[in-house]
């Protein structure tokens, strides 16, 4: 993996063979990602798809004293006015100095598309040092500049040396790929060419001092742990207590982080992901240009993958001793909390919809709360989930879609088997809802979720919403999705194009 030296990074299609349009079974979907069948497969019909744009300016939004200068026309972005109220609270839980969101636009007109709009570009630019003075300018690359060609690596080039904030290209053009997680990439594409930095120090074998010796013995305690734009702050502080209670510290990036933790990343013994989908592009260039070794294997939800994930970063530091003594004192203490909750959701049958990795997971997390899964809607699928999805119980009729949107599949699908509830993220809970599904929205930044504290926390939410669910079947009587009456006599799966399940060509 080495695309740093170029401008733009490959989008997931290519760089990873990713899917984004399946029907079948676990077991169908694992079997054929194995075999390398799923890549090429797409619909005959498809109601929209997401921009990466958008999903890079979820990262990208957080980031603290930092200007982002979406470089397209106005409606570009136009989602962030939406975001700057609740981008500025998250922001101040990590640092209550942060100044929020502050964004503008180049508001590229039909004028523009013809001569270019390098020159608003370099407007911006001036604009954004002079009025905020921030560490680092990040200017989002939308359709209109890709397109016709604005020189944006080589305005930034000839402007970098007369600017004191860092200036960061990302580019994310949402024509370029129909994986929205193309947009993680880009994201990092750009940290990784302009934040991330060689470390200052220089090792040696014998340390001059002992404040020379502390540090050294604190970079050898470091990981660089990845957090989500849809974790919430208390995920962090979980996550983090975890892993100083294996006397480690922890350098949390990208999201809400400060420009400057870019640089620190190249000074940790270890990167740590959470999430695979979202951060094996720069893990992966991190260990290759600075020799950092990282993790990236599972999500820590539930016991079991929350136990894994602990393991594995113990048995690099040699830790394994001290992680089984955590990890039995956690659980005894969860199993029982927990153990009122069993008896509500034994049971319960569950659809979940969301991200790859964190679906897998939190099936696993239900199915050891004694729930039953149904099915799985994700948004696009490759290697990274084929371990966690061939460990779930009944994976063999467990029902998955993969799509990214197409809204249309997942009524279907819901009307047919008819959970007892849903769990998914935003932009998806809504669906269920107008079907008079009850909802617990399961990924959020005000939601508790991750380690052994967030297990604990979804189950007493589920038990909660499952004992009163009359908001979702008045919803359901008072409303209807656009779809007509045969649709959900239909296969869902019938605009998959060489479907698995149905034989469709």
């Not at 959900?488 to 034989?503: R, S």
């Amino acid at each position: 993996m080495d695309y740093i030296k170029q401008k733009t990074p490959p989008v997931r299609e290519d760089r990873l063979r990713a899917c984004n349009a399946f029907g079948g079974t676990c077991c169908d979907l694992v079997g054929a990602s194995r075999s390398g069948c799923l890549y090429g497969l797409k619909r005959a019909f498809a109601q929209t798809y997401t921009c990466q744009l958008g999903l890079s300016l979820a990262i990208l939004n957080t980031l603290r004293d930092a200007v982002i200068i979406i470089h397209g026309p106005i409606g570009c972005g136009g989602s962030n006015i939406a975001n700057a109220g609740l981008a500025k609270n998250l922001q101040r839980l990590r640092d209550p100095r942060a100044r929020g969101l502050i964004w503008l636009s180049t508001n590229l007109t039909e004028i523009d598309a013809i001569r270019g709009g390098e020159d608003k570009l370099k407007e911006a630019i001036w604009y954004a040092e002079r009025e905020f003075r921030p560490r680092a300018i990040i200017i989002v690359n939308s359709c209109v500049p890709a397109l016709i060609g604005d020189d944006i690596d080589g305005l930034v080039e000839g402007l970098q040396k007369e600017v004191s904030a860092t200036i960061v290209p990302v580019h994310c053009p949402g024509f370029k790929a129909k994986i929205m997680a193309s947009a993680y990439d880009a994201v990092y594409h750009g940290a990784l060419r302009n934040l991330v930095k060689a470390p200052a120090y220089y090792d040696r074998v014998l340390p001059d001092d002992l404040e020379e010796l502390k540090e050294k013995y604190s970079r050898s305690r470091t990981v660089n742990l990845l957090n989500v734009s849809s974790m919430s702050r208390q995920d962090e502080l979980e996550l983090t207590r975890l892993l100083q209670a294996l006397d480690l510290k922890v350098n949390l990036l990208p999201c809400y982080a400060h420009p400057d933790s870019f640089e620190d990343a190249t000074e940790a013994a270890l990167s740590v992901s959470i999430c695979p989908t979202h951060d094996d592009y720069f893990i992966g260039h991190l260990q290759a240009k600075y020799g950092i070794p990282f993790i990236l294997r599972t999500i820590p939800l539930g016991i079991k993958h929350t136990s894994a994930w602990l393991l594995d970063i113990a048995r690099f530091f040699g830790l394994e001793k001290e992680a089984q003594q955590l990890i039995a004192e956690e659980t005894r203490q969860l199993q029982e909390a927990l153990a009122p909750y069993r008896q509500v959701l034994q049971g319960k049958r569950a659809f979940i919809g969301g991200g790859e990795i964190r679906v897998g997971a939190t099936a696993a997390l239900l199915q050891e709360l004694g729930m039953e899964v149904l099915g799985l809607r994700i948004y696009h699928y490759d290697h990274f989930a084929d371990e966690i999805y061939d460990e779930l119980n009944g994976k063999e009729t467990m029902v998955v879609n993969v799509a990214t949107s197409q809204p249309f599949e997942q009524a279907n699908l819901l009307a047919k088997l008819k959970p007892d509830i849903y769990l998914g993220h935003v932009g998806l809970n809504g669906w269920a809802a107008k079907q008079g599904i009850p909802v617990c929205p399961v990924y959020g930044v005000n939601n508790l979720y991750m380690g052994y504290a967030g297990m604990f926390e979804i189950a007493r939410r589920l038990v909660r919403i499952l004992k009163n669910p009359s908001f979702n079947r008045n919803l359901a009587a008072h409303t209807r999705l656009p779809y007509f009456a045969k649709w959900y006599q239909e296969n869902p799966f019938a605009y998959i194009d060489n479907n698995v399940l149905t034989g469709n060509k």
